[in-house]
């Protein structure tokens, strides 16, 4: 098993550019089944769950390379749209597959997703979607089979705004016939994104941003080439790393408009920001103040994926920050493994008191999840004396080698070896 070993307290310092974002490219990837023929999707990042996604895609007969950055799919070979139990529990973009294979195949079979321990991550609104388009859904245990012999748009509520069901239905009802609307939809940059993919392949859709996205069937889509957005949670980690270890930090290719609640909490937290189209500098060199109140709640407001890194940053503030979870239900298990590090925190269902302490010090500590994965390595970054992060599985599922990103900006860490004295 791989781990970090991070020796601490070493401002960072330097230049970034972001990779693209995971969140992005894994539902485009799945989008991509919905052309037949060669599809090229740039900027794509190298990541655990990229690579679950491509073999996905191979096991449903797609040729797929990554290189460079670049994903070259040829999706004209699909031939089943039944995907193996072992892939599906890998990750939970898995379920991503199951609007385009319906409305590719007029038919599929899934299996309950896998993914990070956060919470229970239902699915029931992506299937009560595809139920409204007309499919019928059997559950079977684990095994989830959808047919539609055809697929009409139809207007479909959400009871909660899900990333996920939200692009699950809109994947599904570019071929349906008709207009499917989709009332209380999830505003993610990442949803705009799919918006345009699928539009440059010449869906008709309308809305994504806001609230009501609006789809117009069409008979087919067309391949084409299409390059993903910046990854806003990795820059915000890189921001929020900056700022733990009183660094200066510049970040290119970023979209700041898609991080406008972050850098709202970090200007509270005194750190300094400035915005240059797609650069973000970011510098910090007294102690941070402490926030009262951040909740975390749908886009535009504050990200439950930036949560645990904002937290490290307040474990160092001057005073008592309050940081309430109300995405996932079990999106705080990264607490214990602070207070390892001398963290003063108190958790009270799913709100956290954090009361500033001067340092943290370095500790042997357990990734549980990807976004608590990567707030350990600032802890560990801002922190006096080694720390050494285990499981970090989880972080290689959205940091495209996290170590390599992190040393070119002076920090001290290394995969499984000694740190370099540098
Ligand atoms: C690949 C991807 O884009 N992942 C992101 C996506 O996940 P994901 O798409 O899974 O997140 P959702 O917005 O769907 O989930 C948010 C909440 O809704 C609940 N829910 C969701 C679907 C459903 O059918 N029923 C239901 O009850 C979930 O249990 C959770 O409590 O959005 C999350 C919230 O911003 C982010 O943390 C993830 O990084
Ligand atoms: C929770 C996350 O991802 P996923 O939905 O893929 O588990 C994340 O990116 O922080």
């Known amino acids: 098993m791989d781990k970090l070993v991070i020796e601490g307290g070493k401002p960072l310092s330097g230049t970034i550019v972001i990779q693209g974002a995971k969140n992005a490219a894994l539902p485009i990837l799945a989008a991509s089944l919905l052309a037949e023929g060669t599809i090229t999707v740039d900027h794509v990042p190298d990541l655990l769950d990229i690579d679950v996604m491509l073999n996905i895609l191979r096991e449903l007969g797609c040729r797929a390379e990554h290189a460079g950055g670049t994903v ?64 019928e859904i059997e559950e079977f245990g684990n095994r ?86 910046p990854d806003r949670i990795v820059a915000g980690t890189i921001m929020v790393a900056a700022a733990a270890t009183r660094g200066q930090v ?24 400035i915005v240059d189209g797609d650069i973000i500098k970011v510098g910090s060199s007294a102690r941070p103040r402490a926030v009262e109140r951040i909740v975390t709640s749908p886009y535009p407001a504050f990200p439950t994926d930036l949560q645990s890194q904002v937290m490290v940053l307040l474990t160092l503030a001057d005073g008592l920050s309050v940081l309430k979870e109300t995405i996932f239900e079990g999106r705080l298990k990264h607490v214990d493994e602070l207070t390892r590090m001398g ?58 080698k996290i170590e390599t990103m992190l040393s070119r900006l002076g920090a001290r860490i290394m995969r499984n070896s000694p740190v370099p004295n540098n």
């Open 72 to 135: 070259v799919l040829d999706t004209e070979t699909a031939h089943t749209s039944h995907v193996p139990e072992s892939l599906m529990r890998q990750m939970r973009s898995s379920i991503f597959l199951m609007g385009p294979l319906l409305a590719r195949f007029g038919e599929t079979q899934v299996y309950q997703p896998g993914g990070c321990a956060i919470g229970e991550r239902k699915i029931d609104l992506h299937l009560e979607g595809l139920k409204a388009l007309g499919a």
């Open 144 to 229: 989830i089979i959808c047919r539609a012999d055809k697929l009409t748009g139809a207007d479909i509520h959400l009871s909660f705004p899900s990333v996920g069901a939200t692009e699950n239905i809109m994947m599904a009802a570019v071929l349906a016939e008709g207009r499917t609307t989709i009332s209380n939809a999830a505003r993610e940059p990442e949803i705009q994104d799919l918006q345009r993919f699928l539009n440059t392949m010449g869906a008709k859709i309308m809305g994504a941003g806001t609230d009501t996205i609006t789809i117009d069937g069409v008979q087919s889509l067309t391949p084409c080439r299409y390059k993903v957005i």
């Open 343 to 400: 963290a003063d925190i108190r958790v009270d269902l799913n709100a956290a008191f954090i009361r500033g302490v001067p340092r943290l010090y370095g500790a042997t500590v357990e990734a549980t999840d990807l976004r608590a994965g990567a707030a350990l390595v600032i802890a560990g970054l801002a922190a006096q004396g080694k720390t050494v992060v285990e499981q970090i599985h989880h972080i290689d599922r959205g940091y495209d």
């Open 250 to 273: 510049t970040l290119q290719n970023t979209q700041p408009a898609h991080l406008s609640s972050l850098i709202h909490v970090l200007r509270r937290a005194g750190v300094q920001i």
